[in-house]
């Protein structure tokens, strides 16, 4: 029972010190790669410190609500994603409920910065909606393949049953592992997918009227979803990991290949990245789903 | 970031912070913007002081006001310094915010920019050098130390001063002014 509870406060924590020195990685490793010398790992944690020591400014009620909103749902996924072992809500159900919460991510930002009313704000979440509507089909195609090839709607049985080295992007269904590594970028918001927080086009986007505390919540939110979305990349196709050193290892990899694809590319425009969500990564989930049936 | 620094670290947080990571709004008034682009890319490499752009003045605590500000430009000005969430703090760039510079007689340039709006820091020359910039905020760093960094404070405690300048500069206003000059201090000056 002591066990459990501490596993409900430590997961959520542990998920925000991943995704905060993910936040600092990221800013370290492409300032390498411009050959700069770069911030320290821990700036992001320090500008999260100041942010909360700063004046914010609300703009109503729903401004603050929705922030908290994103962030509970972000929460609440992080309590039924296994990893290493851990896992506070080990339900025979956990990928649907993570499936439907997953969309209070994005929601909870479009309540809260339509409130800021900021011609920009409306910009960046008419963008931000669109987007994942762009990679929210091949992202269902995938879970509705893995669902089917392991016969479960349980995440932690489909962690169980990649081990030994059994994972999934080695078995028949490499193709949907393929279809979720190209829609990877788009929802973490990165390089040929930025554009939500375009800060040359449309001033940071969603971001444009947070200040103080309230971007400070903003940017914890923001760590939490580069936890999640990676995370499930491992649970799902790397075999999650025997205890928290690998998981974390294996995420690591998966984000330093986001990196150098971050560093590398230029943004698309909205309908670009449309075309390309709703075409390649489409197809390789389609086939997966094909191949699921066939197979079992 | 100095490992001496933790037990500082642990004692003000907030303080800390504000010197470590300082978020300029990224608004050209000027020639001197010239400068600020060598700054923050891969020859002097601004951010391993914590010191980057942001596009909106809701997120920035540092305003650099560089190169010469006209009239137009210092309604824009001020109008962001005052959406710049506190503790903010601003620094002047190059010689024409200090003292008109090269545009002293000019009809259409203000000559001393902390009638108008309270400057923390000065960077003098005209252009000053990227090395400049960074001497200046390693300077702010220490005004930050010593809680000798009030111009927010100032700000807020003179408005009527400052408030009053920008009226009387801008001449025509759509409202009435807030502060109005009258007539006996008009004829004094």
């Known amino acids: ?133 762009g990679y929210e089909v091949p992202f269902l195609l995938i879970l509705l393949s893995t669902m089917s090839f392991y016969r479960t709607i349980s995440i932690v049985d489909i962690v169980n049953s990649q081990k030994n080295f059994h994972w999934t992007l080695f078995s028949p269904l490499f193709l949907s592992g393929i279809a979720y590594f190209m829609i990877l970028p788009a929802m973490l918001g ?54 928290i050193f690998y998981f974390f290892l294996k995420m690591l990899t998966i984000f330093f290949i986001m990196v150098l694809i971050h560093s590398v590319f230029p943004r698309l425009r909205l309908e670009q990245a449309l075309r390309y969500l709703w075409k390649w990564p489409t197809i390789f989930a389609f086939l997966g789903v094909i191949i699921s049936k066939v197979v079992r | 970031m100095d490992r001496k620094n933790i037990l500082k670290w642990l004692k003000e947080p907030g303080k800390m912070g504000h010197k470590y990571s300082l978020w300029a709004v990224y608004f050209c008034t000027g020639c001197g913007i010239i400068e600020v682009p060598p700054t923050i890319t891969s020859q002097w490499d601004a951010e391993r002081f914590g010191v980057i752009p942001v596009a909106t003045p809701r997120q920035a605590n540092l305003f650099m006001i560089t190169g010469y500000v006209s009239v137009k430009t210092l309604k824009a000005i001020i109008r962001t310094y005052e959406q710049m969430p506190e503790p903010k703090y601003t620094v002047a760039f190059g010689s024409c915010p200090i003292n008109g510079g090269m ?62 300048n920008q009226e009387k500069l801008f001449g025509k206003l759509p ?13 004094n000056g």
């Open chain 1, 1 to 133: 029972m002591v066990i459990k509870i501490i596993e409900f406060i430590f997961s959520p924590f542990l998920a925000f010190i991943i995704g905060v020195l993910f936040l600092g990685l990221f800013r370290k490793i492409v300032a390498r790669i411009h050959q700069r010398y770069g911030p320290p790992i821990i700036q992001p944690l320090l500008d999260v410190i100041k942010l909360f020591h700063q004046k914010g400014f609300s703009h109503g009620a729903l401004f603050d609500l929705g922030l908290i909103l994103s962030l509970a749902g972000s929460i609440v996924v992080i309590l039924f994603i296994p990893f290493g072992g851990i896992c506070p809500l080990k339900s025979s159900g956990g990928l649907l409920v993570i499936l439907y919460t997953m969309l209070f991510l994005p929601l909870g930002i479009a309540l809260s910065g339509g409130e800021g009313a900021n011609p920009n704000i409306s910009i960046g979440i008419s963008r931000k909606l669109i987007l994942s509507l």
């Open chain 1, 190 to 243: 990165m390089r040929p997918f930025d554009i939500v927080s375009a800060p040359q086009e449309i001033s940071s986007g969603p971001a444009v009227e947070y200040g103080g505390k309230y971007l400070g919540l903003f940017h914890i939110q923001h760590s939490f979803s580069i936890f999640i979305m990676i995370a499930l990349f491992v649970d799902l196709f790397l075999g999650g990991g025997e205890n």
């Open chain 2, 103 to 164: 545009y002293w007689d000019s009809y259409n340039t203000i000559k001393h920019i902390d009638k108008y709006i309270p400057i923390d820091g000065w960077i003098a020359g005209c252009m000053p050098r990227p090395e400049a910039i960074f001497i200046g905020v390693t300077k702010l760093w220490m005004m930050i130390d010593k809680g000798a960094a009030t111009g927010y404070i100032r700000y807020r405690k003179n408005y009527k001063f400052y408030r009053r």
């Open chain 2, 175 to 187: 409202w009435p002014p807030l502060y109005p000059v009258d007539e006996k201090e008009n004829k």
